[in-house]
């Protein structure tokens, strides 16, 4: 949209505080205070975290400006004298870094996740899944945790296609090591008055515990991999043999420690919400799960899935799709103006912190009907945002996630396999959303384990498409 045309109004978020702005509001309920500030005020807000201004932006244009016209002005926030944010995790990886530093890793790392490669890592997952389900027999009827079921399949997905090596004897380590230190991440950005890591707390030495866990971990499984010599076709070897195509060099150690990790923790948590979420919303929706159920039988005739059978599970696929625009993983993207510049008639100084609004783009109403409700149908019936960039749950532009096509096969396919077997009963009243960097469901979500009888269903000519009769 050019400036000229429909410039965009900013609003100073009302009601901060002296010294700490909107502090105290944000950090009780993120993810409410985002959303109701947008609903209130507009696409276009400021407002303060202690001494620290916000931008947050949420609509289409100003997102294709900040992620697509202008991402080389708009760069990570990452600093490697004073790390913050997921970079006290992660350190310098894709997901962290900017400049020419992103750059390489990019070229050298993109080319491992492209679509064909994707595919054929669909049997490793299969056989992954399988192994879970054939897990929960001895649980049935009993009642379980389905986000923390999800993390840890997801957990183990991402280890042997990564590593070709189980990581079920280290899954509570990792699953407590990942949210110590990402619960450390999310508040070392958002809270001004977090002390710095040299300061013997009790949660900075937590912390300091599980970054040396995971680091032994990811340096280990190089090192050992380079010592035995063996190959398993996996991420992993992928990684040790990438090369950039304009130098001829691979990545250092710490450079390999630093994508190894991001792709195992980024890998698996997104997933893991997002299956999550979408058996929650299956769950309370049952002409939707009916359905669902309707189609996997009648494409899997009782067999495994295969990365063949996910064009032919169109409204399963539009499920994951649905789940992914109301509970995106990666509820908001975080930027820093490199530069003075200006988007939608706005000007931004150099230094200025932007939040691009993904949660509010994905329940837009000026560009999806109904944007509040759970129709998986819109992503068959032609009812979606005709705008590109109303829907990002991985991204947009260059900095679109290298790990898109791993999701996309991996999502769809696990939940053909587990909706195959189980149908998932909702345990509890309500489920509230909990925003620590990605978007979990607050406390869990228990649901009980019921079997299913798969019913061999004769295809007929009548086509997936008619979904929009349940609406």
């Avoid at 975290?49 to 990452?78: C, I, M, N, T, W």
């Avoid at 300061?199 to 280990?220: C, I, K, W």
């Avoid at 190089?222 to 996996?234: P, V």
């Avoid at 032609?382 to 900095?399: D, I, V």
Wanted: charged letters at 20%.
């Amino acid at each position: 949209m050019p400036d000229s045309v429909s410039p965009f109004t900013l609003v100073d978020v009302p009601g901060g505080m002296p010294l700490l702005g909107h502090l105290g509001t944000f950090r009780k309920h993120p993810l409410e205070a985002l959303s109701t500030w947008w609903r209130r005020h507009g696409d276009a807000l400021r407002f303060r975290l202690g001494p620290k201004a916000l931008y947050l932006f949420s609509h289409p244009d100003l997102a294709e400006e900040v992620l697509v016209r202008q991402f080389d002005r708009f760069v990570k926030v990452y600093d490697p004298q004073r790390p913050t944010g997921l970079a006290l995790v992660l350190g310098n990886g894709l997901v962290t870094s900017s400049g020419e530093v992103w750059k390489r890793h990019r070229r050298i790392i993109q080319p491992i996740f492209h679509r064909s490669r994707m595919a054929a890592m669909a049997d490793r997952m299969a056989q992954v899944g399988e192994q879970r389900v054939a897990a929960w027999k001895d649980r049935v009827g009993s009642t379980i945790d389905i986000a923390a079921e999800m993390m840890q399949l997801a957990l183990e997905v991402i280890s042997q296609t990564m590593f070709s090596t189980s990581m079920t004897q280290h899954i509570e380590r990792i699953s407590h090591a990942l949210r110590v230190s990402i619960t450390y991440a999310f508040d070392s950005f958002s809270n001004p008055l977090f002390l710095p890591l040299w300061v013997p707390t009790a949660r900075n030495r937590e912390f300091h515990s599980v970054m040396q866990f995971m680091d032994e971990l990811m340096y280990g499984l190089l090192a050992e991999r380079r010592h035995s010599g063996a190959h398993h076709d996996d991420l992993l070897d992928l990684l040790l043999q990438a090369r950039d195509e304009e130098t001829g060099e691979g990545l250092s150690d710490q450079e390999l420690r630093d994508e190894a990790l991001t792709i195992f923790a980024a890998g698996h948590e997104t997933t893991a919400n997002a299956l999550a979420w979408t058996w929650y919303l299956l769950a309370t929706h049952p002409k939707e799960r009916a359905y669902f159920h309707e189609e996997i039988d009648q494409v899997l005739q009782g067999r495994t899935p295969t990365a063949d059978d996910l064009q032919h599970l169109p409204y399963t696929r539009a499920l994951f799709d649905e789940s992914l625009r109301l509970y995106p993983p990666a509820p908001a993207v975080q930027r820093k103006a490199a530069a003075p510049t200006t988007i939608g008639g706005l000007s931004l100084p150099e230094g200025a912190f932007v939040l691009v609004g993904t949660y509010n783009l994905h329940r837009h109403p000026d560009f999806w009907p109904n944007p509040e409700q759970f129709r998986p149908e819109r992503w068959l019936n032609g009812e979606r945002s005709s705008s590109r960039y109303a829907y990002m749950p991985f991204g947009a532009g260059p900095r679109t996630c290298v790990g898109l096509h791993f999701a996309s096969v991996e999502g769809p396919l696990l939940l053909a396999l587990i909706g195959r077997h189980y149908d998932l009963k909702l345990a509890q009243d309500s489920v509230e959303p909990h925003l620590m960097v990605t978007l979990r469901p607050k406390g869990g979500i228990r649901m009980t384990l019921q079997p299913r009888k798969v019913s061999v269903v004769v295809p007929t000519k009548q086509t997936i498409t008619h979904a929009s009769e349940l609406s």
